[in-house]
């Protein structure tokens, strides 16, 4: 049985044995902080739980039985994604709110009620970026060579032409693997436009071929904030709305530091963001908090220190061009 408690500023870290029951996990993740308890002693459940009500003001109970892992390595048991959810329109905006509610429990995912971001507009920026010289080139406008399709594992499908690679048949990953990471990419919405809110230039770049960055045609095109430009998918919305519009090249400058899992699979360290789109920061060291399956709040599935890039084709043509990579150390030590 997992519980999940919500607004801990100042839980004791501490507490890593409560009555003889092991805290698993405390995670924070910004402004709030989960604690995971795998109870092996249901009756410490019965003592556990109100003490903890009694310290913590706010708390929330979640979850439903779930029976243990027959052995710690296994993942942890995710809820199941909802298959049915049913659109909602909110001042014009399509979403859902019959999915899970997010962690900080205000919004579910996909909720269409969420505040848009703020519009911002945006200059260049890094278009047309050099390389650094020690980068990885994954697209030079020559070939897809670093690519191969997602589900076939062929030649990447997209075509190019003028050195642009455009979105086409299925998503693309890169043949090679990273993990910290500075990456850098350009792309191009369609225009004229065509489509409204999720079905707008709809691509995305995954890092670790898992957490996706979306890539939308945000530009007078609303959509659910945590699915729209910049936002981390499913999770938070970009700070800004920095989009420009759509024919016109776009930059995104990522940054981002892989999760950490201890040897049973739990998380020691979320995974992190930093997202500059057009040279304007749209996620801020943003933690990220789960892998989720569309529809679903989820929960991290343990996976290795390292991943492909990937690229989304969501039945819309995004064109790509100048896209690098750099693996980066978090600290300066020899
Ligand atoms: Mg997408």
Same mark, same amino acid.
């Given at each position: 049985?997992?519980?999940?408690?919500?607004?801990?500023?100042? #839980?004791?870290?501490?507490?890593?044995? =409560?009555?003889?029951?092991? =805290?698993? &996990?405390?995670?924070?993740?910004?402004?709030? &902080?989960?604690?995971?308890?795998?109870? !092996? /002693?249901?009756?410490?459940? /019965?003592?556990?739980?109100?003490?903890?009500?009694?310290?913590?003001?706010?708390?929330?109970?979640?979850? !439903?039985?779930?029976?243990?892992?027959?052995?710690? &390595?296994?993942?942890?048991?995710?809820?199941?994604?909802?298959?049915?959810?049913?659109?909602?329109?909110?001042?014009?905006?399509?979403?859902?709110?019959? !999915?899970?509610?997010?962690? +900080?429990?205000?919004?579910? $995912?996909?909720?269409?009620?969420?505040?848009?971001?703020?519009?911002?507009?945006?200059?260049?920026?890094?278009?047309?970026?050099?390389?650094?010289?020690?980068?990885?080139?994954?697209? +030079?406008?020559?070939?897809?060579?670093?690519?191969?399709?997602?589900?076939?594992?062929?030649?990447?499908?997209? %075509?190019?032409?003028?050195?642009?690679?455009?979105?086409?048949?299925?998503?693309? $990953?890169?043949?090679?693997? #990273?993990?910290?990471?500075?990456?850098?990419?350009?792309?191009?919405?369609?225009?004229?436009?065509?489509?409204?809110?999720?079905?707008?230039? /709809?691509?995305? $770049?995954?890092?670790?071929?898992?957490?996706?960055?979306?890539?939308?045609?945000?530009?007078?095109?609303?959509?659910?904030?945590?699915?729209?430009?910049?936002?981390?998918?499913?999770?938070?919305?970009?700070?800004?709305?920095?989009?420009?519009?759509?024919?016109?090249?776009?930059?995104?400058?990522?940054?981002?530091?892989?999760?950490? #899992?201890?040897? /049973?699979? @739990?998380?020691?360290?979320?995974?992190? =963001?930093?997202? #500059?789109? @057009?040279? $304007?920061?749209?996620? @801020?060291?943003?933690?990220?908090?789960?892998?989720?399956?569309?529809?679903? &709040?989820?929960?991290?599935?343990?996976?290795?220190?390292?991943? %492909?890039?990937?690229?989304?084709?969501?039945?819309?043509?995004?064109?790509?061009? @100048?896209?690098?990579?750099?693996? =980066?150390?978090?600290?300066?030590?020899?």
């Amino acid at each position: 049985m997992k519980y999940f408690l919500k607004r801990l500023p100042s #839980f004791p870290t501490q507490a890593a044995v =409560v009555n003889g029951e092991p =805290v698993k &996990s405390i995670v924070k993740w910004g402004n709030f &902080s989960a604690l995971r308890i795998i109870f !092996t /002693n249901m009756n410490n459940k /019965n003592i556990l739980l109100p003490l903890l009500a009694t310290l913590i003001a706010g708390w929330t109970e979640k979850g !439903t039985a779930q029976p243990l892992p027959a052995t710690q &390595s296994q993942p942890p048991v995710m809820p199941a994604a909802k298959t049915q959810v049913t659109l909602t329109v909110v001042n014009g905006v399509a979403g859902y709110q019959d !999915t899970p509610l997010e962690p +900080d429990g205000k919004w579910h $995912v996909h909720d269409p009620a969420r505040p848009q971001s703020r519009i911002v507009t945006s200059g260049p920026f890094s278009q047309n970026a050099t390389p650094p010289s020690d980068a990885i080139v994954l697209f +030079d406008g020559k070939d897809l060579a670093q690519w191969r399709d997602k589900r076939t594992g062929e030649a990447a499908p997209w %075509p190019i032409a003028d050195g642009v690679a455009t979105s086409a048949k299925d998503d693309i $990953v890169t043949t090679n693997e #990273f993990g910290d990471l500075q990456l850098h990419l350009e792309f191009r919405e369609p225009t004229p436009p065509s489509g409204t809110g999720q079905g707008r230039g /709809n691509s995305g $770049v995954y890092l670790m071929g898992r957490y996706e960055i979306q890539i939308l045609d945000g530009y007078d095109n609303k959509t659910y904030p945590d699915g729209a430009t910049a936002a981390v998918y499913g999770q938070h919305p970009a700070l800004v709305n920095a989009c420009r519009p759509p024919g016109d090249w776009q930059t995104y400058d990522i940054i981002f530091n892989v999760p950490h #899992f201890d040897a /049973n699979g @739990n998380l020691l360290t979320p995974g992190y =963001v930093t997202v #500059f789109h @057009n040279g $304007v920061v749209a996620q @801020n060291h943003q933690a990220i908090r789960n892998d989720p399956p569309w529809h679903s &709040s989820g929960g991290y599935a343990p996976h290795g220190a390292t991943g %492909p890039l990937a690229l989304q084709f969501h039945k819309n043509s995004v064109s790509y061009r @100048n896209i690098w990579v750099r693996p =980066v150390a978090v600290d300066n030590e020899p």
